[in-house]
């Protein structure tokens, strides 16, 4: 089992920046692979980013390619979302998923672990 509780969202102007963190506790967090989901109001469920369990691999949705960095601290258990030049669409409920299945995660069909979210709400 493993549980994950993301922290950092809030209200930010366009333009603007903040980070969100995931914090896991439960098993091994080095033998997962990450990801952040985001799901706006009145629509789907939408992939993010994912980063390999060592860190080494990314993977961004074309609309924040360039703007968002995920990142990972396997010491800390922590995976971060840095996000940059928000825009109001970016608008959601921000969630941190874990699997250890790397198409798994990115897909998001089937992925074993999620957190309850955290709200990021981007004023123009």
């Known amino acids: 089992q493993v549980h994950l509780v993301e922290s950092g969202g809030g209200l930010v102007q366009a333009g603007g920046s903040l980070r969100l963190s995931c914090a896991a506790s439960?098993?091994?967090?080095?033998?997962?692979?990450m990801a952040w989901f985001r799901q706006a109001p009145g629509k789907e469920r939408e992939f993010v980013a994912a980063?390999?369990?060592?860190?080494?691999?990314?993977y961004y949705a074309d609309s924040v390619e360039g703007r968002f960095a995920i990142s990972r601290d396997n010491a800390k258990s922590t995976v971060d979302l840095e996000m940059n030049s928000l825009k109001p669409e970016d608008t959601a409920v921000y969630y941190c998923?874990?699997?250890?299945?790397?198409?798994?995660?990115?897909?998001?069909?089937?992925?074993?672990?999620w957190g309850k979210g955290t709200l990021v709400t981007v004023s123009s």
């Open positions: 998923a874990a699997d250890p299945d790397m198409v798994v995660v990115v897909q998001g069909n089937e992925i074993n672990y």
């Open positions: 439960g098993r091994t967090f080095s033998s997962f692979c």
């Open positions: 980063i390999s369990w060592s860190g080494g691999s990314t």
